[in-house]
């Protein structure tokens, strides 16, 4: 099938699981009922992406508070009773973090019953996402590695060894998110690419890496408006990319300024087109997708292309998102007969 369909990762959480409209949102309750209340908010999200048509499901990062975080949680020797405030992103912002204080190791399985409930509960392909681990190093402070790299293969290793576990639990794609791809564009290249590698190493099942320019918050659309009216970092790290064992690219496209011709450069990779928009309340229609897959298969091949979102949609009302959802899937269907 053509412009088969998936979403970044995340979803908004309902307002009696946490706080709604917003990141580091606090849950509503704890303990066993907090367990309950995830559960059922995954199950609540499958049903309404399978309604939508979305093709490679996730469990919307319902049981998790923060992407990195939700996976920084279950690892031993991290200190997060004393976070300090750190710059993210080359200080694009600032936020409070915990610490590495002593050597990393799991302290078990990370996401052992998100991915077993989302794997007991739909017949659709299941995607997983994890932190990449440039993007984990930049959103921690290190009080014992002191070096980066190092503390970034650490990490590596934590990753490729739940990443193994979720493809056992029967994950069929898993996906780095690596948002810190585009910022650090020398270390990309130097050792943020071998990082992922070892991230992924092994994993038989699909891999993908998410680059984007992040959730629809103040801070980065703040940003965004200081990158000029192309935004062309992508071109010095999509051949190192290329060149890499990871399968799929997840990147925006829709209302971005990354010039589409740059996916060019991704020759061997499968594509995940952002058609979505998670910076904008404006719900796309099914033309709007068709265009962008459109435009993005100028330079990319048609069986290369999964239609997306562009990021998470974490911090969205809830029913801006399924409406996203449900153009998604009205979109790439409608691209499939005009299109083919």
Same mark, same amino acid.
Do not use: C
């Given at each position: 099938m053509l412009f088969p369909t998936t979403i970044a990762g995340s979803l908004p959480k309902p307002e009696w699981l946490a706080e709604p409209n917003m990141l580091w949102?606090?849950?509503?309750? @704890? +303990?066993?009922?907090?367990? &309950? /209340?995830? $559960?059922?908010?995954?199950?609540?999200? *499958?049903?309404?992406?399978?309604?939508?048509?979305?093709?490679?499901?996730?469990? +919307?990062? @319902?049981? &998790?508070?923060? =992407?990195? %975080?939700?996976?920084?949680?279950?690892?031993? +020797?991290?200190?997060?009773? %004393?976070?300090?405030?750190?710059?993210?992103?080359?200080?694009? #912002?600032?936020?409070?973090?915990? @610490?590495?204080?002593?050597?990393?190791? *799991?302290?078990? $399985?990370?996401?052992?019953?998100?991915?077993?409930?989302? &794997?007991? %509960?739909?017949?659709?392909?299941?995607?997983?996402? *994890?932190?990449?681990?440039?993007?984990?190093?930049?959103?921690?402070?290190?009080? #014992? #590695?002191?070096? $980066?790299?190092?503390?970034? =293969? /650490?990490?590596?290793?934590?990753?490729?060894?739940?990443?193994? /576990?979720? @493809? /056992?639990?029967?994950?069929d794609l898993v996906q780095f998110d690596e948002p810190a791809f585009n910022v650090y564009m020398d270390e990309v290249n130097d050792w943020g690419i071998k990082a992922l590698e070892r991230a992924a190493q092994g994993l038989t099942c699909a891999t993908a890496v998410h680059i984007c320019y992040g959730y629809g918050i103040k801070a980065n659309t703040d940003w965004k408006e200081t990158l000029g009216a192309q935004w062309r970092q992508y071109e010095q790290i999509f051949p190192a990319i290329d060149a890499s064992p990871i399968q799929q690219v997840a990147i925006e496209c829709r209302n971005s300024k990354v010039p589409l011709d740059l996916l060019a450069l991704l020759k061997s990779k499968i594509v995940q087109a952002g058609v979505i928009d998670v910076a904008s309340d404006t719900v796309e229609t099914a033309e709007d997708v068709v265009k962008v897959i459109d435009a993005v298969s100028k330079f990319v091949p048609k069986s290369n292309i999964i239609a997306t979102t562009n990021c998470g949609m974490a911090p969205m009302r809830r029913e801006i998102a399924e409406a996203k959802l449900a153009a998604l899937g009205a979109g790439a269907a409608l691209a499939r007969e005009k299109l083919a």
């Open positions: 949102a606090p849950w509503k309750s @704890q +303990g066993a009922e907090l367990a &309950r /209340a995830k $559960r059922d908010a995954t199950l609540i999200w *499958l049903k309404i992406q399978e309604d939508a048509g979305v093709d490679i499901v996730t469990e +919307g990062e @319902q049981a &998790r508070q923060h =992407f990195v %975080h939700g996976f920084l949680e279950k690892v031993e +020797g991290i200190d997060f009773a %004393h976070k300090v405030e750190m710059g993210i992103r080359k200080d694009r #912002y600032k936020a409070m973090v915990p @610490q590495v204080v002593a050597p990393l190791r *799991l302290k078990g $399985r990370v996401h052992a019953d998100e991915a077993r409930v989302a &794997r007991t %509960h739909t017949k659709k392909k299941l995607k997983f996402t *994890l932190p990449g681990p440039m993007t984990i190093i930049d959103t921690i402070a290190d009080r #014992y #590695y002191g070096d $980066r790299v190092k503390m970034a =293969f /650490a990490f590596a290793e934590l990753l490729n060894e739940e990443a193994k /576990a979720l @493809q /056992a639990d029967g994950v």
